[in-house]
């Protein structure tokens, strides 16, 4: 703004300067004008009395005319009073110079008709008469000495003229005196023809004309000379006198123009002066406003940018810098306040998901040291438990093996007895260390024919009732781990034989289906059933609903259910329609597959 | 005077009534082995050391059981397998244990067969072949 203030002041100082300018400029045109017309004038004037015609004297006058215009109106467009007065003085001279002329038209139109009118007419009656004379002195046989003498004259006379008439075309002042001498001796050779009597009268009319025609040639001389001393001298002058006003006009208007020039010069310095303080100032004033700007943008901005770093690295910032502010800056500040109370939130969840991971690992712990205790627990029991038991049994047969003969038939029943119950006793324990083992002993995926798996415990199974065992459909073969699914099997397909209550009618079907990435096989009996009620209970450690006569240690379907669920599968009993029950398990269908998952 | 007998046979054991099984099959299989006795890994080094270089290192077949207090049968497995003396010497184990860790175990010491308790009449029906056939090492 500031420039724009030095410019404008700049330009309007500029502007009045080149109005200055401008007048001065005109002026000087003027001056020229003046000057150049004043030399077309005296050009004009010259070549007007040369010629003496009157278009010639009227464009004198035109110019003349144009000239006074001029000069009036400078003068009344003037302020400067000393150019004022130098117009005036050109004023001054122009109605002089008029004037002059207008004498010059005056003796020049006097000298035109006294040499186109006059001067021809004398001459012709001067050379009728003199022929006149010539005719009579032929007819009065004059002497020779009266016919030279006219011979003379005529042809002095005829010089004279000739003489006068080249001195009308180019003044020259000895044709002048020429012509005058030519007349006077025309005239002395007349005044010898006047001795002669015929010829006086004559001679005497020719003799005044010759006098009238040297009158009128003399006159014409002199109006040539007033003409020329009119206009070559005092026109001149006049012109002159102009000419060096108009001249002193240039040289004031040049001083003016030099003067304003260096006006404008100094202008247009002090603009540029100005203007570099101007653009100085602005560009301080720039450093200035942007050095403020980025102060009051960039440490914001800054600050926001590590803000979002930190929030970017999951930091929660309690303190957003800028949120009040009002501009975009902070807009941005409330972007990274929601940003922060999402990482807050974020932070929270993960604290929680933490604790969870925490509990959970600690559960992992005490449940591996539960397990840990039962696997010592386990060999404990496999041990310490069985080696006494066996022991017992075995200090109880060689009792009976050693004196059976001495003791009395109850004793020997009690031996039985014992015998008998440690068996169960180890049997329980057997029983108990597989289910406590159930998942610690884990060997390689294989691939596993189910149909010829199912074909071989069949085989191995005790079946006195011979109960009839169907596998219906094909039986998948898969990759898994074998034992466990054996165990499953063989526990299975033996309750339904060991409990089946219809002899040799007795049938055990397995089957096999495919739902999703799990095989469901089934073993459907036709034996005695299970109560609904005792569903649940079935597959609990050391329940037994069945016939309590047949041997077991109700941790069969305990170790089915283990092994299942261990595996990834769900075991489930349903009574039938008909008779018996059906036990359904999902087994997966890749090993591998779970345990990539796990 | 009573035939030289075929073998003698240590057992390992601390269990009393194991050893009186072992003692009973064997005379019940009328095997004539000269049988003896250690109730742990420690005692049954120094009956095998005190008598080297004489008739009972001669044919000697160890049955080891592996839990047993002081020196456990691993242990006496260890120590026999380091001392050039007694590194050949023929061992089976007798042992309640049926874990995959105990067999490995006893295998990688070069043992000469592993028997569960429950199988004892296995390891007792074969002995008398063995013995009769079998290229006993020299300990010394």
Request: proline share 3%; with cysteine; aromatic share 6%.
């Given at each position: 703004?500031?420039?724009?203030?030095?410019?404008?002041?700049?330009?309007?100082?500029?502007?009045?300067?080149?109005?200055a300018?401008?007048?001065?400029?005109?002026?000087?045109?003027?001056?020229?004008?003046?000057?150049?017309?004043?030399?077309?004038?005296?050009?004009?004037?010259?070549?007007?009395v040369?010629?003496?015609?009157?278009?010639?004297?009227?464009?004198?006058?035109?110019?003349?005319?144009?000239?006074?215009?001029?000069?009036?109106s400078?003068?009344?467009?003037?302020?400067?009073?000393?150019?004022?007065?130098?117009?005036?003085?050109?004023?001054?001279?122009?109605?002089?110079?008029?004037?002059?002329?207008?004498?010059?038209?005056e003796?020049?139109?006097?000298?035109?008709?006294?040499?186109?009118?006059?001067?021809?007419?004398?001459?012709?009656?001067?050379?009728?008469?003199?022929?006149?004379?010539?005719?009579?002195a032929?007819?009065?046989?004059?002497?020779?000495?009266?016919?030279?003498?006219?011979?003379?004259?005529?042809?002095?006379?005829?010089?004279?003229e000739?003489?006068?008439?080249?001195?009308?075309?180019?003044?020259?002042?000895?044709?002048?005196?020429?012509?005058?001498?030519?007349?006077?001796?025309?005239?002395?050779?007349?005044?010898?023809?006047?001795?002669?009597?015929?010829?006086?009268?004559?001679?005497?009319?020719?003799?005044?004309?010759?006098?009238?025609?040297?009158r009128?040639?003399?006159?014409?001389?002199?109006?040539?000379?007033?003409?020329?001393?009119?206009?070559?001298?005092?026109?001149?002058?006049?012109?002159?006198?102009?000419?060096?006003?108009?001249?002193?006009?240039?040289?004031?208007?040049?001083?003016?123009?030099?003067?304003?020039?260096?006006?404008v010069?100094s202008?247009?310095?002090?603009?540029?002066?100005?203007?570099?303080?101007?653009?100085?100032?602005?560009?301080?004033?720039?450093?200035?406003?942007?050095?403020?700007l980025?102060?009051?943008i960039?440490?914001?901005?800054?600050?926001?940018?590590?803000?979002?770093?930190?929030?970017?690295?999951?930091?929660?910032?309690?303190?957003?810098?800028?949120?009040?502010?009002?501009?975009?800056?902070?807009?941005?500040?409330?972007?990274?306040?929601?940003?922060?109370?999402?990482?807050?939130?974020?932070?929270?969840?993960?604290?929680?998901?933490?604790?969870?991971?925490?509990?959970?690992?600690?559960?992992?712990?005490?449940?591996?040291?539960?397990?840990?205790?039962?696997?010592?627990?386990?060999?404990?029991?496999?041990?310490?438990?069985?080696?006494?038991?066996?022991?017992i049994?075995?200090?109880?047969?060689?009792?009976?093996?050693?004196?059976?003969?001495?003791?009395?038939?109850?004793?020997?029943?009690?031996?039985?007895?014992?015998?008998?119950?440690?068996?169960?006793?180890?049997?329980?324990?057997?029983?108990?260390?597989?289910?406590?083992r159930?998942?610690?002993?884990?060997?390689?995926?294989?691939?596993?024919?189910?149909?010829?798996?199912?074909?071989?415990?069949?085989?191995?199974?005790?079946?006195?009732?011979?109960?009839?065992?169907?596998?219906?459909?094909?039986?998948?073969?898969f990759?898994?781990?074998?034992?466990?699914?054996?165990?499953?099997?063989?526990?299975?397909?033996?309750?339904?034989i060991?409990?089946?209550?219809?002899?040799?009618?007795?049938?055990?079907q397995?089957?096999?289906?495919?739902?999703?990435?799990?095989?469901?096989?089934?073993?459907?009996?036709?034996g005695?059933?299970?109560?609904?009620?005792?569903?649940?209970?079935?597959?609990?450690?050391?329940?037994?609903?069945?016939?309590?006569?047949?041997e077991g240690?109700?941790?069969?379907?305990?170790?089915?259910?283990?092994?299942?669920?261990?595996?990834?599968?769900?075991?489930?009993?349903?009574?039938?329609?008909?008779?018996?029950?059906?036990?359904?398990?999902?087994?997966?269908?890749?090993?591998?597959?779970?345990v990539?998952?796990? | 005077?009573?035939?030289?007998?075929?073998?003698?046979?240590?057992?390992?054991?601390?269990?009393?009534?194991?050893?009186?099984?072992?003692?009973?099959?064997?005379?019940?299989?009328?095997?004539?082995?000269?049988?003896?006795?250690?109730?742990?890994?420690?005692?049954?080094?120094?009956?095998?050391?005190?008598?080297?270089?004489?008739?009972?290192?001669?044919?000697?077949?160890?049955?080891?059981?592996?839990?047993?207090?002081?020196?456990?049968?691993?242990?006496?497995?260890?120590?026999?397998r380091?001392?050039?003396?007694?590194?050949?010497?023929?061992?089976?184990?007798?042992?309640?244990?049926?874990?995959?860790?105990?067999?490995d175990?006893?295998?990688?010491?070069?043992?000469?067969?592993?028997?569960?308790?429950?199988?004892?009449?296995?390891?007792?029906?074969?002995?008398?072949?063995?013995?009769?056939?079998?290229?006993?090492?020299?300990?010394?």
């Open positions: 703004m500031a420039i724009g203030i030095i410019g404008y002041s700049g330009t309007t100082r500029l502007d009045g300067t080149s109005q300018m401008q007048r001065v400029s005109d002026l000087n045109a003027v001056a020229l004008e003046v000057d150049r017309d004043v030399q077309e004038l005296q050009m004009r004037a010259a070549k007007y040369i010629s003496g015609h009157d278009s010639m004297r009227d464009s004198v006058l035109d110019l003349h005319a144009k000239l006074v215009l001029l000069v009036n400078s003068i009344t467009n003037q302020s400067d009073p000393e150019m004022l007065s130098v117009f005036r003085k050109i004023s001054d001279h122009l109605p002089e110079y008029r004037t002059q002329f207008d004498s010059a038209i003796e020049r139109q006097i000298r035109t008709s006294l040499v186109q009118q006059q001067l021809p007419t004398l001459s012709d009656s001067i050379g009728r008469r003199l022929g006149e004379l010539e005719q009579i032929f007819q009065e046989k004059q002497s020779p000495k009266a016919r030279n003498a006219l011979l003379l004259c005529k042809t002095a006379l005829s010089r004279a000739q003489r006068l008439l080249r001195y009308y075309v180019a003044p020259d002042s000895t044709l002048v005196d020429g012509a005058l001498e030519d007349i006077d001796s025309a005239l002395t050779h007349l005044q010898t023809l006047q001795e002669y009597e015929p010829t006086k009268q004559l001679c005497a009319q020719v003799l005044v004309d010759i006098r009238e025609f040297e009128i040639g003399m006159r014409a001389v002199q109006a040539t000379r007033g003409y020329l001393f009119l206009v070559n001298v005092v026109m001149a002058g006049e012109a002159a006198e102009i000419s060096y006003y108009s001249d002193r006009l240039r040289r004031m208007s040049e001083s003016r123009r030099s003067a304003i020039a260096s006006t010069q202008t247009v310095d002090g603009v540029r002066q100005l203007t570099g303080y101007g653009i100085g100032t602005s560009l301080l004033l720039a450093v200035f406003i942007a050095a403020r980025v102060m009051l960039l440490p914001p901005i800054q600050s926001l940018t590590s803000t979002f770093q930190r929030l970017a690295s999951g930091e929660t910032v309690v303190a957003i810098p800028e949120v009040e502010r009002n501009d975009e800056i902070g807009e941005m500040a409330r972007a990274a306040r929601v940003f922060s109370d999402q990482n807050r939130q974020q932070v929270q969840l993960l604290a929680t998901s933490e604790e969870l991971g925490r509990q959970l690992t600690a559960n992992a712990e005490n449940l591996e040291k539960t397990n840990a205790d039962l696997n010592s627990f386990a060999y404990v029991a496999s041990h310490d438990l069985k080696s006494p038991l066996r022991a049994r075995q200090l109880a047969s060689w009792i009976e093996e050693d004196s059976g003969h001495l003791l009395p038939a109850d004793s020997l029943k009690h031996f039985q007895t014992i015998e008998a119950r440690v068996h169960r006793m180890e049997m329980l324990l057997n029983d108990l260390l597989q289910y406590a159930v998942g610690t002993t884990e060997s390689e995926a294989e691939r596993v024919n189910s149909a010829t798996l199912v074909e071989d415990l069949v085989g191995l199974c005790d079946n006195p009732l011979r109960v009839q065992i169907i596998v219906s459909g094909s039986l998948p073969i990759v898994t781990i074998r034992t466990p699914l054996e165990q499953v099997f063989r526990n299975l397909i033996s309750n339904a060991k409990y089946n209550d219809k002899g040799d009618r007795g049938i055990v397995i089957s096999c289906e495919n739902v999703d990435d799990s095989f469901v096989f089934k073993v459907k009996d036709n005695p059933g299970i109560s609904p009620q005792h569903h649940e209970r079935v597959f609990q450690m050391y329940q037994r609903v069945g016939d309590t006569n047949t240690t109700g941790m069969g379907l305990a170790i089915v259910k283990k092994q299942v669920e261990k595996h990834g599968g769900r075991i489930s009993v349903e009574s039938n329609a008909d008779a018996g029950v059906t036990f359904s398990f999902s087994w997966p269908e890749s090993f591998a597959e779970r990539a998952e796990t | 005077m009573t035939p030289e007998p075929r073998a003698t046979i240590l057992i390992v054991d601390d269990d009393e009534v194991d050893v009186e099984l072992v003692v009973r099959g064997l005379r019940k299989r009328q095997l004539s082995f000269d049988v003896h006795s250690a109730n742990d890994g420690c005692s049954a080094l120094a009956l095998i050391r005190s008598r080297l270089s004489t008739v009972f290192c001669e044919r000697l077949i160890v049955l080891l059981d592996l839990n047993m207090p002081r020196m456990n049968g691993h242990e006496f497995l260890s120590e026999v380091s001392d050039s003396a007694l590194q050949h010497m023929l061992v089976f184990v007798l042992t309640t244990s049926d874990l995959k860790s105990d067999t175990k006893a295998y990688d010491r070069n043992v000469a067969g592993y028997f569960v308790k429950s199988n004892v009449n296995g390891l007792l029906d074969i002995l008398g072949p063995f013995a009769d056939n079998v290229q006993f090492p020299v300990l010394a």
